[in-house]
């Protein structure tokens, strides 16, 4: 049984940090693949950050690259997703997905993941 659970989203004003966390079981130590997602009411689903949990490689979406760090606990058992340098655009749903694997090594391709977590909310303040 595969289960993935977010949780850290709240109320963040722009230039702010938020870490999120995603918990995923049901998956083997070197073989499990995660990556966070997110999207805006009205748009498409768009691939954010990406990690091989055995092997500790780590991907990233171009309009986040530099200022988010997908990283994993010593356990393996939690992964993260450090958010800096927060803008407007981020203030969005968040969910994490599972796959067993990268099918051609494409983390970025939606169809690669069977396994998705509810969603945490990440929302703008003033």
């Known amino acids: 049984q595969v289960q993935l659970v977010e949780s850290g989203g709240g109320s963040v004003q722009a230039g702010g940090s938020l870490t999120l966390s995603c918990v995923a079981s049901?998956?083997?130590?070197?073989?499990?693949?995660i990556s966070w997602w997110r999207q805006a009411p009205g748009k498409q689903r768009e691939a954010v950050a990406a990690i091989a949990i055995g092997y500790g490689n780590t991907f990233y979406a171009e309009t986040v690259k530099g200022r988010f760090i997908i990283s994993r606990d010593t356990t393996a058992t939690t992964v993260y997703l450090q958010m800096n340098s927060l803008k407007p655009g981020d203030s969005v749903m968040y969910l994490c997905a599972g796959s067993t694997r990268w099918y051609g090594g494409y983390w970025w391709k939606e169809a690669q993941y069977s396994d998705w977590g509810r969603g945490t909310q990440v929302t703008g303040s003033s």
């Open positions: 049901g998956y083997t130590y070197n073989n499990r693949y």
